[in-house]
Nanobody, 124 residues
Framework: QVQLVESGGGSVQAGGSPRPSCSAS????????MGWFRQVSGEEREGGAA???????VYTDYVKGRFTISRDNAKNTLYLQMNSLKPEDTAMYSC??????????????????WGQGTQVTVSS
């Protein structure tokens, strides 16, 4: 059974730098593109960053330059280093697994399995 479990969210001040992580199990981790999504309350979930097994990342504009995605294939763990947080970054952040090995820019529909999410709340 595929499982994705996030941790590491919480409440931070603007400008803070949390680093949520996502522990994966139940499948061959390095055979899939992995990603981070966020969902602001009342809005649709949107993709933010993705990463292939070889470490090649893909970013959307709202995270470029501020967030860094990484993965440790030996630990089956995905990370999102968040920097320079703003109150508008307040959201539920979820990791996800794509059915593909490659991460294709803009192909957020390739992600079919999500974790339960970890809330990040940014105060000004």
């Amino acid at each position: 059974q595929v499982q994705l479990v996030e941790s590491g969210g919480g409440s931070v001040q603007a400008g803070g730098s949390p680093r949520p992580s996502c522990s994966a199990s139940g499948y061959t981790y390095n055979e899939h593109c992995m990603g981070w999504f966020r969902q602001v309350s009342g809005e649709e979930r949107e993709g933010g960053a993705a990463i292939e097994s070889n470490g090649r990342p893909v970013y959307t504009d709202y995270v470029k330059g501020r967030f860094t995605i990484s993965r440790d294939n030996a630990k089956n763990t995905l990370y999102l280093q968040m920097n320079s947080l703003k109150p508008e970054d307040t959201a539920m952040y979820s990791c996800a697994r794509a059915w593909t090995r490659r991460c294709y820019e803009g192909s957020w529909g390739d992600f079919t399995i999500w974790g339960q999410g970890t809330q990040v709340t940014v105060s000004s």
